[in-house]
């Protein structure tokens, strides 16, 4: 079956610091990836769908400044969260679309801004 | 507005034992549903995808349901196992595709004990 693989699993940074989580299908291309961020007890949010070779498209109320997307090829994507504080601690999902109906998640990603 | 409600919040049953989700949702026009499993700190993995036209899907003890009608679906677990302790996740889309649209519901925090 698909997979997707979300790399790092967990990451602590200090505040200021940029962080960048990666996202990578394994065994098919992905033309669409989406970025999600969850907090406790929450369902996820969207927070930008990320396109192959073009911008990403941001969900209203999220800082495109903040939250730098790149999908340079049909297997990766990156969501860097730049100049991190506290209140980007959460935890980060990706997601991208195998087939007509089918939606793959990665692992997640805990981002723990200190 | 689109939305997915799911019941109950939070269930605790006994190892061996059956239960049930609700997920209602409003969403329309409907393409399909899909159940996730989401344990904790991890990413939601497929358990079932349902399109408008499919009234039942089964995935081992895992067994939803789906009535377009009444816009109601349910997942039932059947011999639960300590590992089936996560949140269980109904996500329904409008369009084939689209993921942007997807409509996450806040999920069913099931713990199963012994």
């Known amino acids: 079956g698909a997979v997707v693989s979300q790399h790092p699993s967990r990451v602590i940074c200090k505040s200021g610091t940029s962080v960048k989580i990666e996202c990578r299908s394994l065994d098919f291309q992905a033309t669409t990836m989406f970025w999600y961020r969850q907090f406790p007890k929450q369902s996820l949010m969207l927070m930008a769908t990320?396109?192959?070779?073009?911008?990403?498209?941001?969900e209203q109320g999220v800082e495109k400044d903040k939250f730098l997307i790149n999908h340079a090829s049909l297997t990766l994507s990156t969501l860097t969260v730049t100049s991190a504080h506290p209140e980007d601690s959460s935890f980060y999902i990706c997601s991208a679309e195998d087939g007509p109906y089918g939606y793959t998640f990665g692992s997640g990603t805990r981002l723990t801004v200190v | 507005k689109n939305q997915v409600e799911q019941s109950p919040q939070s269930l605790i049953i006994l190892e061996g034992k059956n239960c049930t989700l609700q997920?209602?949702?409003?969403?329309?026009?409907?393409?399909?549903l899909r159940w996730y499993k989401q344990d904790t700190g991890r990413g939601p993995v497929s358990l079932t995808i349902?399109?408008?036209?499919?009234n039942t899907k089964s995935n081992g003890r895992y067994t939803a349901t789906l009535d377009a009608d009444t816009k109601q679906s349910s997942l039932h677990i059947t011999a639960s196992q300590l590992s089936d302790s996560a949140s269980y996740i109904c996500?329904?889309?409008?369009?084939?595709?689209?993921?942007?649209?997807?409509?996450f519901g806040t999920g069913t925090q099931l713990k199963v004990e012994l």
């Open positions: 349902m399109t408008f036209s499919e």
């Open positions: 997920c209602n949702y409003t969403v329309s026009p409907f393409s399909n």
């Open positions: 996500v329904v889309s409008p369009f084939t595709g689209g993921g942007n649209k997807l409509t």
């Open positions: 990320s396109n192959e070779g073009s911008k990403a498209t941001y």
